[in-house]
């Protein structure tokens, strides 16, 4: 299948908006969407998930995003950080859900401390198999809010107006929530700066 011929000589967010609106007309134009965003949305969802997980939930994304393009509002901010906002919600499911079968999973069978894996202590941590040790701790310490402003900027490379419209919060909100999960990775860290986002000091 040859992919759609993508239009970069307008503004993108411009012409990520008239792609949507020419969409509720021709449904097969939101595949120039899902061509352009789909890998950076995929990379996005398996830094914070195992890749088996990121494939379901990256479709899963333009799916939704597909299903609910005719409440897409072009005022309100550009395609990108919509479909973020989407994936991110998405993560926050996921891993409720994998709470949830962990918890039924430790009523159902009875404790042995010598099977007992890491899949014990999934809930506590962060889900990326890329991040191991202090950091991978200093993350799960972190609410879940403030995780969620970390990454989009750190793995997603989003603006903080690209995450207040990703997550529905202020412009405001995301730089106190960037701040406070900077100092507490960094303190946990032993002050050592893991160079996650843009450079604060």
Do not use: C
């Not at 120039?32 to 998930?49: K, M, P, S």
């Not at 395609?79 to 926050?92: D, F, M, N, Q, S």
């Not at 900027?153 to 419209?165: D, I, K, P, Q, T």
């Amino acid at each position: 299948m040859t992919a759609p011929p993508e239009v970069d000589d307008p503004p993108r967010q411009a012409d990520d908006a008239s792609v949507m609106s020419e969409s509720l007309r021709r449904p097969e134009r939101f595949a120039i969407l899902y061509d352009r965003y789909f890998e950076e949305i995929y990379r996005y969802l398996a830094a914070r998930l195992r890749t088996e997980a990121a494939d379901d939930l990256a479709a899963e994304t333009f799916l939704i995003a597909f299903r609910k393009r005719h409440t897409y509002d072009a005022g309100l901010g550009a395609v990108r950080p919509w479909l973020y906002g989407i994936a991110t919600k998405l993560v926050a499911g996921h891993r409720r859900g994998v709470t949830r079968m962990l918890a039924a999973f430790r009523r159902a069978r009875p404790a042995d401390p010598v099977e007992a894996g890491p899949e014990d202590r999934v809930p506590s941590r962060v889900d990326a198999a890329s991040v191991r040790g202090p950091l991978a701790g200093a993350l799960a310490a972190l609410s879940p809010g403030d995780r969620d402003v970390l990454l989009l900027v750190a793995v997603a490379g989003l603006s903080y107006e690209e995450v207040a419209e990703s997550l529905g919060i202020p412009p405001g909100t995301v730089g106190s929530r960037l701040n406070r999960a900077r100092k507490r990775v960094r303190a946990a860290l032993g002050d050592v700066n893991p160079m996650i986002g843009d450079a604060d000091g």
